[in-house]
């Protein structure tokens, strides 16, 4: 049994040997011609690459992808988990989730496996009632915004929204009778804070125009 054990602990010793880079960590950087310089001019060029996300729509499933620009054929992606990229698009990314991208240095220079820069990439909700009928008029509310976070059913959200539909409304009636209230309430006091100077008024019309009539009788009496 002792024979065995220390046959297996030389294999193990003679692999590595064999095949270092295998048995390191997987991105370690064994390779001495790797300087910091080198380092330096590679997170030069990853601080230079950026993406942008863009929509895609197959029947009812929404997904995005985020297409990276100025990458260089010293780098490449990979993600936290370990997946690694051959191109500068990555798709399926699902509405709301963080994704960690890792750049990190290619074959084609000394520094292969080196981690230059992690780049995260947050994807936006996705509501698809954003386009219903509903929402016409009322684009600003959250439910009716494109990137808010909505999980309900079609009917739950018809139900909100009518909801709140059926507050702006009552919310506008209750604003309009105020100002009924208040425009009778100006009127009528008017009238009770210069009620003497209107009686003072009639009075007055009404003795200029008996004066008139007792004088327009006069002179008919004094013709007769």
Same mark, same amino acid.
């Given at each position: &049994?002792?024979?065995?054990?220390?046959?297996?602990?030389?294999i193990?010793?003679?692999?590595?040997?064999?095949?270092?880079?295998?048995?390191?960590?997987?991105?370690d950087?064994?390779?001495?011609?790797?300087?910091?310089?080198?380092?330096?001019?590679? +997170?030069?060029?990853?601080?230079?690459?950026?993406? +942008?996300?863009?929509?895609?729509?197959? /029947?009812?499933?929404?997904?995005?992808?985020?297409?990276f620009?100025?990458?260089?054929?010293? &780098?490449?992606?990979?993600?936290?988990? /370990?997946?690694?990229? @051959?191109?500068?698009?990555?798709?399926?990314?699902?509405? $709301?989730?963080?994704?960690?991208?890792?750049?990190?240095?290619?074959?084609?220079?000394?520094?292969? $496996?080196?981690?230059?820069?992690?780049?995260?990439?947050?994807?936006?909700?996705?509501?698809? *009632?954003?386009?219903?009928?509903?929402?016409? /008029?009322?684009?600003?509310?959250?439910?009716?915004?494109?990137?808010? !976070?909505? @999980?309900?059913?079609?009917?739950?959200?018809?139900?909100? &929204?009518?909801?709140?539909?059926?507050?702006?409304?009552?919310?506008?009636?209750?604003?309009?009778?105020?100002?009924?209230?208040?425009?009778?309430?100006?009127?009528? $006091?008017?009238?009770?804070?210069?009620? *003497?100077?209107?009686? $003072?008024g009639?009075?007055?019309?009404?003795?200029?125009?008996?004066?008139?009539?007792?004088?327009?009788? +006069?002179? !008919?009496? /004094?013709?007769?």
């Amino acid at each position: &049994m002792g024979d065995i054990l220390k046959k297996a602990i030389y294999i193990l010793l003679l692999l590595l040997l064999l095949f270092p880079i295998k048995l390191f960590a997987k991105y370690d950087v064994v390779d001495a011609r790797c300087t910091n310089s080198i380092k330096a001019s590679l +997170r030069t060029d990853a601080n230079d690459v950026i993406y +942008r996300l863009s929509k895609e729509i197959k /029947g009812d499933k929404v997904t995005y992808k985020a297409i990276f620009y100025n990458l260089t054929n010293d &780098m490449y992606l990979a993600s936290s988990n /370990g997946e690694t990229y @051959n191109s500068n698009v990555i798709k399926d990314l699902e509405p $709301g989730s963080t994704l960690q991208i890792i750049i990190y240095a290619s074959n084609s220079t000394y520094c292969e $496996g080196y981690k230059i820069i992690t780049k995260i990439i947050s994807v936006p909700h996705y509501n698809k *009632y954003y386009k219903n009928e509903l929402c016409t /008029g009322y684009e600003n509310y959250y439910l009716c915004k494109e990137n808010s !976070n909505v @999980n309900l059913s079609e009917k739950e959200f018809e139900k909100k &929204m009518k909801e709140y539909i059926e507050s702006l409304e009552n919310k506008e009636k209750e604003e309009v009778k105020p100002q009924e209230e208040v425009t009778k309430f100006d009127i009528i $006091g008017f009238v009770l804070l210069y009620k *003497y100077f209107f009686i $003072g008024g009639f009075l007055l019309v009404l003795i200029i125009i008996s004066i008139i009539i007792i004088n327009n009788k +006069r002179k !008919n009496r /004094g013709i007769l």
